[in-house]
């Protein structure tokens, strides 16, 4: 066993931190609770020094986590839908992972926008200071997949390659795929797509804060570039993925095909920003 994968046998063996008033406690449950914490703090940190209200915070989190979560879930389960078919209170199991970013962010943005309208704030204003935090939730939910062990890339990976261990989703469904004896200790070397991402989405996260700190009246220039950055990074790590998820219209997978959606959306928040930096105008000032 190679040193890498000793690595990664000890990460996956830890995914389930214990039990606790009898639910089992997952490390990927860890991961987004402490994304959650950090962005939390950051995002007060950077009301104060942007001069918003930092108790504003609060709600904003607040909204985005409630639908965010409900949304990813919902798809999740949409898309695994064999699986709760016969115990459908499976679908509430949260701490035992399964999440769909996108499910969760289409549905976040929407109650994001209906609460800038509530509170008649200019929405693109609101979204460009939340989609700030966005990433770095995101790096952190990546790290938690690693630990579980879903969301794993095909075979490869040259140097940074990773073997799971035993049981683990990458050996199940390589083993199906008759690549690995169902007597195989580890799965074959696999592309780390779940670091891979959580890397990109900490070097977005920096020019995230940097670009609204420096450019923050430059209305929907974070949005657009969040927007862009993201469903590209996404779309070449859904090339490297291999967990059995199926196609969704011209062999492409639903995240790709949303990730064209959103790249098309945040171009558009980039040509409209220019525009209005360009002649004087910013909508909703």
Sequence with gaps: MTERGELCYNFCMHSELGTLFGFHLQMYGLMLALGFVLS?????????RTGRNPDEVDTLIMVAAVCGVIGARTVFVAQNWEKFAGAPLEAFALWQGGLV???GFILAVLGLVAYALA????VR???????VFVPLGQAFGRVGCFFHGCCFGGVGGGAIGVRFPMESP????????????RYAAQSLPVWPTQLIEAAGCLVLFGALWWLYRARREWVGMCCGV?????AALRFVGECLRDDPRGAFHFGLSFSQCVSVGLLVVGLGFLVTSFLERRHGTVDGE
């Design 226 to 230: 969040y927007a862009v950055a993201y």
């Design 101 to 103: 970013f996108y499910g």
């Design 119 to 122: 509170k008649r704030e200019p």
């Design 170 to 181: 990458a050996w199940q469904h390589q083993v199906a795929e008759g690549l690995i004896s």
């Design 125 to 131: 204003r609101l979204l460009d200071f939340c989609v």
């Design 40 to 48: 939390y703090v950051l995002a007060r940190l950077l009301a104060r």
